[in-house]
């Protein structure tokens, strides 16, 4: 599969830059640290950032701290000396095109849950800051529907989900960002109804003119060809983001599920999509399996790859994918219903010793049950 198949490439950054620091302290890493440690106080800078404002000591502290002061201490302004006038940001349905819309869409999320904590818990990136900075930051958020909003009465109830965001990053300013979040997760907690809250969604890219885009085939076979035996890992930067990259082509796209019990530790931990946590190579097969099952003829196209050594050993992997295809088998989403599906994804691997030991993956069944209520709209 080409790389130039995909959207949004990114520039990308030699291996030694991830660990590069002008004192003999490495980068913060996420793991193992409280957050006062995370968000230090009189902490040198350890890292060159040039252009960036003087209390970031590196880029994980730079994407810690400022979502916390964006999010947790309602400093939405902030957004304006953090994001550029211009900037793009993807999610699954739909994107924003300027700085404006992004500090409403974030005011409307704050009104609907005041109490809402995001936890850092962890944060994989690469670059620098002459070329860019890359970060993948998974995020755990906590909170309780307290308030009227989009969704509707107040339930109450609380809820845990989980939310990766992807940001380009240059002189102190995001200039392009992808956002999944696990909203099916969070809807089915708060006992809201998910088929009208998508119908909603869909309704409301609907009435702006917007329609899904059959493209037919995807390219994962050619004709009468079979998938492609090796995948194009021209985006990688090291062995192991090359060989986790051919792991997952093998995978996903040539259907070899065997492989997961010779790259998968015997007792990996699996944290997937509606909150699952799960154990052991079976736990991984089936749950891949069902999201290839629901979507059967879907290409997965890798778009961003980087990752860190790991202080608790072994390297932390983030792969930005999409998967691209058509609602044609059972699964989450009900009776196939034959529409266009595009799945944004974000997978987070901890890798030791050659084999995966925990695995972080988000994707948003709520978005996709939108996409299939936005073709029916259509139809």
């Known amino acids: 599969m080409s790389s130039t198949e995909t959207t949004n490439k990114t520039p990308v950054a030699s291996e030694k830059t991830n660990v590069k620091s002008t004192r003999d302290e490495p980068v913060l890493q ?10 230090p106080e009189k902490r040198p800078r ?46 699954a349905l739909g994107t924003m095109y300027n700085r404006e819309q992004v500090v409403q869409d974030t005011l409307q999320r704050l009104i609907a849950f005041p109490e809402r904590r995001g936890m850092a ?22 909170g309780r529907h307290t308030q009227y909003s989009h969704l509707g009465k107040p339930t109450n109830r609380t809820f845990v989900t ?68 090796e995948c194009d890992v021209s985006i990688a930067h090291t062995d192991t983001e090359e060989q986790c990259l051919r792991w997952l082509h093998e995978i996903y796209n040539r259907r070899m599920l065997g492989k ?9 931990q699996w944290h997937g999509p509606l909150m699952k946590e799960l154990y052991g190579q079976a736990a991984v097969i089936h749950q891949t399996l069902a999201l290839i099952g629901m979507i059967p003829d879907g290409a997965w196209m890798p778009q961003h790859v980087c990752s860190n050594p790991c202080e608790e050993g072994g390297t932390k992997v983030a792969v930005r994918w999409i998967m691209e295809g058509h ?20 997978s987070h691997y901890h890798i030791v010793n050659g084999k995966i030991v925990d695995e972080w993956v988000v994707y948003d069944h709520l978005a996709l049950l939108a996409q299939i209520k936005l073709g029916q709209m259509e139809e």
């Not at 193992?32 to 968000?39: A, G, P, S, T, Y």
């Not at 994989?124 to 070329?131: A, K, Q, S, T």
């Not at 939310?163 to 956002?179: F, G, S």
């Not at 997961?260 to 990996?268: C, G, Q, S």
């Open 327 to 346: 609602h044609l088998g059972y699964g989450e989403l009900g009776k196939p219903t034959g529409e266009r599906l595009f799945v944004m994804g974000m």
């Open 46 to 91: 350890v890292q060159s950032l040039r252009g960036f404002d003087d209390c970031y000591t590196d880029i994980v502290d730079y994407i810690v701290r400022c979502t916390h002061k964006i999010w947790d201490e309602r400093d939405v302004g902030l957004i304006y000396t953090h994001y550029t006038h211009n900037c793009v940001l993807y999610n």
């Open 30 to 39: 996420v793991e193992r640290r409280d957050f006062i440690d995370l968000v």
């Open 162 to 229: 989980r939310t990766v965001a992807d940001c380009m990053i240059h002189e102190n300013k995001i200039y392009r960002e992808w956002v999944v979040s696990d909203n099916m997760a969070m809807m089915r907690q708060l006992g809201l109804d998910t088929d009208a809250i998508a119908y909603g969604m869909a309704k409301e890219q609907f009435d702006k003119g917007f329609r899904v885009t059959d493209i037919g085939e995807n390219r994962r076979m050619v004709g009468q060809y079979p998938p492609e035996m």
């Open 121 to 142: 818990t962890q944060v994989i990136w690469n670059g620098n800051d002459v070329d860019g900075f890359y970060t993948s930051h998974l995020v755990t958020g906590t």
């Open 260 to 268: 997961i019990k010779d790259v998968y530790a015997p007792n990996v």
